[in-house]
């Protein structure tokens, strides 16, 4: 019965996150999950045997997942709607927005863990622009350094850093390093967002002792509230072969991506999901 409400419960939160549009269909079951207004078919969080019955859905209870939230400090607002979630979302606020040292004191004294979201040269620089602050791959080393430190000092409260872009500077071995001394030297921790597969970041966390994580899924690699809803029902997914026992979630304070985590993160709290700040999942 529990498995059968938190279902009802699951699907209610579907229907609401689709997008409006005219002439909507109702929400109805499927052999594979629930279809949405166009007809497509969205995850179903009970688990099949061979014969497709439908049995109980597969535990949430012991999985640990951290939500941090990116590109934070240009808008004020956003944050106060997360905030209202109660749960610990995390933070990685940019250095040099309009509103960056406001919002991470208002998150401190809110008790939310906070990151520096560290600018970092993409791979397709100038074209692409990191935006203020941002380590270049053509920076000196003493240069590299130095503009670390204004970004690192410019963000009250941070206990940590991940990168914000960085798909050309995370594969450059020595440039990270750098990062890396430096972050080893204040007790900071990283958490590479792979934005490339060719990071070095986690060969670096290890030779200077920094903790670190790195991102196991994007909550909105498009702007859409259902494509989000999919992503987090990915943590409930009873037919992984190795199903997860923590994951780090990433993603942006995008109005549909706000709505989603209003939405379904406390249906997965209900059902035994843990979120826990970043902190606890580096190593």
Do not use: C, W
Not at 84 to 98: C, E, Q, R, S, Y
Not at 203 to 230: C, E, I, K, M, P
């Amino acid at each position: 019965m529990v498995v059968f409400v938190a279902s009802l419960a699951i699907a209610a939160a579907i229907l609401f996150l689709l997008p409006e549009g005219p002439a909507k269909r109702p929400v109805r079951p499927s052999p594979s999950g629930v279809r949405n207004d166009t007809g497509e078919v969205l995850p179903d969080i009970r688990r099949r045997d061979a014969a497709g019955e439908k049995q109980e859905a597969t535990p949430a209870g012991g999985m640990r997942v951290a939500v941090l939230i990116d590109d934070i400090g240009m808008d004020r607002g956003v944050v106060h709607e997360l905030l209202k979630i109660g749960i610990p979302i995390t933070f990685a606020v940019l250095p040099f927005a309009a509103h960056s040292s406001a919002t991470a004191s208002v998150l401190h004294e809110n008790g939310r863990e906070i990151l520096l979201h560290l600018p970092m040269e993409p791979r397709h620089y100038p074209e692409e622009d990191p935006g203020k602050g941002a380590l270049l791959l053509n920076m000196s080393n003493d240069d590299t350094r130095r503009q670390l430190a204004a970004d690192l000092n410019v963000v009250p409260h941070i206990s940590g850093v991940n990168n914000h872009m960085g798909s050309g500077f995370m594969e450059n071995e020595e440039k990270v390093g750098i990062v890396m001394q430096e972050l080893e030297r204040r007790n900071l921790f990283f958490v590479d967002s792979r934005t490339t597969p060719n990071s070095k970041g986690r060969g670096a966390a290890r030779q200077y002792g920094v903790r670190f994580a790195s991102r196991d899924l994007f909550l909105d690699s498009t702007r859409d509230n259902a494509d989000a809803f999919r992503t987090l029902l990915r943590l409930y997914d009873g037919q992984a072969k190795r199903p997860r026992r923590s994951a780090l979630v990433i993603g942006h304070p995008y109005r549909e991506t706000v709505q989603a985590l209003k939405e379904v993160l406390p249906v997965l709290q209900k059902e035994g999901m843990e979120f826990v700040p970043v902190s606890s999942l580096v190593r």
